[in-house]
């Protein structure tokens, strides 16, 4: 499978690159791989309709998250019948769609020196020095009033440098480049203009075309405008903005065109989910640690005319492979990584493995990937954080924890991790695809 169709090196990388310009926030991200499904005969449903019962390609949204999967596979009555063995379960890829930035507050308009200045408030765990001397653009979603009075929602992007949150120059502090020291509420609110300028609601309400007075609220973020490009002597590298975790968002996504026209040899039901929030914990009703996957599961075998107890019954011979981006070995900090465990950048795959949980990875759920690797014809790599070091999570262990299904933790090979601007190999993009197509339609061998 692997080199050849989708999966070629140049095919994925350049794909990635389409995909993180044309999404910015996680909203836009939703949109973006929504507009990829249905090239492919996906339909959309909203969660306040009546699903169909017949059986086909769908996606769901809900603000920054997405649920997509097709049970074209299993056949009429699948749910139905009374031997265990015979109701299907899910293969599920997991990732997310929201990266560390910086988000507009409520009230950002204020003047200091003589600059005008925007109000925000750092989400997540970003690298705070990354966002320093960039160009900014504006992008996210607005909730207006229409002019029936109900309350609609609209997306923005504006890929114009309008704002700069500017260093301060080493002659005014000669300790800087000892260790730099940012305080997030003094240090990093960016200027846009010395004159005096319309107030944020103001330029917000001219980008969605309505009256200032028609904005209520908004979901606002800044994103580096310059763009995402292959690099590197030979271009085997993609840098730009958002790779943890769009990449692995977008992977998924193309893993799913390609299960529903090479299925499994048995009954399986693909599914991707992009959760919202992953940044921040994911305690939110779109987020990991919410019933939003569940409560799709249940839907999906409930029009299909399964009972609660077939859900349970699929449940326990479903498979979810959570993915979030993996930290590729750093040739300037080799000394930061487990001796046993270096990741190559175009080495293929990651499992990633902690015996404390913090990724949900177990011997079963391994077996599933590594099996997974082996019919995609790519190589599989290893990660284990040193053990005098914390290690980070990723929506793994809480999306085991409320399906009960056997659960997986991969990623791939990443540098300046929750930088404004990340490196990924270009290689690796059509070996993460490859397996996690071949993860989403398990074959014999």
Not at 112 to 119: F, S, T
Not at 230 to 238: C, D, Q, S, W
Not at 381 to 401: H, K, Y
Not at 416 to 427: K, W
Request: aromatic share 6%; net charge negative; hydrophobic share 40%.
């Amino acid at each position: 499978m692997f080199g050849s169709g989708r999966f070629t090196t140049d095919s994925a990388a350049e794909g990635l690159v389409a995909y993180l310009s044309t999404s910015p926030s996680p909203f836009h991200a939703v949109e973006s791989t929504v507009r990829l499904l249905e090239e492919a005969g996906f339909v959309r449903l909203d969660e306040v309709d009546v699903w169909p019962t017949a059986s086909g390609r769908y996606v769901t949204t809900r603000g920054g998250s997405l649920v997509a999967w097709s049970s074209e596979q299993v056949g009429e009555g699948a749910f139905t019948k009374a031997s265990a063995e015979a109701v299907p379960g899910f293969r599920v890829v997991g990732a997310h769609t929201d990266s560390p930035n910086l988000r507009i507050k409520p009230r950002p308009d204020h003047e200091r020196a003589g600059w005008q200045m925007l109000g925000v408030e750092p989400y997540g765990g970003l690298l705070l020095n990354s966002w320093l001397d960039r160009d900014l653009g504006l992008s996210g979603r607005v909730s207006v009033r229409e002019a029936d009075g109900s309350v609609g929602t609209r997306l923005f992007q504006c890929d114009e440098p309008l704002l700069r949150v500017s260093q301060l120059a080493i002659h005014l502090d000669r300790s800087t480049n000892d260790g730099l020291t940012l305080n997030k509420q003094a240090h990093m609110e960016p200027h846009w203009a010395l004159s005096q300028v319309p107030t944020f609601a103001e330029w917000l309400a001219d980008q969605v075309g309505v009256e200032p007075l028609d904005v209520l609220a908004w979901d606002a973020m800044t994103h580096d405008t310059q763009a995402p490009a292959r690099t590197g002597l030979h271009h085997e590298f993609v840098a730009g903005a958002r790779m943890d975790n769009l990449a692995t968002s977008f992977a998924a996504t193309t893993a799913l065109l390609d299960a529903v026209e090479n299925p499994a040899d048995e009954p399986v039901i693909p599914l991707i989910v992009l959760f919202d929030h992953e940044e921040i914990g994911s305690m939110s009703e779109r987020g990991a640690f919410s019933a939003y996957l569940p409560t799709v599961l249940e839907r999906i075998v409930s029009t299909l005319g399964g009972s609660r107890d077939a859900l349970h019954r699929s449940l326990a011979r479903t498979v979810i492979a959570s993915g979030d981006m993996a930290h590729a070995t750093h040739p300037n900090y080799a000394d930061r990584h487990e001796p046993a465990h270096h990741i190559a950048m175009n080495g293929g795959p990651v499992l990633k493995v902690n015996t404390n949980l913090r990724y949900a990875t177990d011997a079963v759920g391994a077996a599933h990937f590594a099996a997974a690797c082996r019919q995609a014809g790519v190589p599989m790599q290893e990660f284990v954080v040193r053990s005098d070091l914390p290690c980070g999570s990723t929506v793994g262990p809480m999306t085991a924890a409320l399906s009960g299904a056997t659960t997986v933790d991969f990623g791939a090979p990443t540098l300046s991790m929750h930088s404004i601007r990340e490196l990924v190999g270009a290689a690796d993009q059509a070996m993460y695809a490859a397996a996690l197509a071949a993860f989403l339609a398990p074959r014999g061998a």
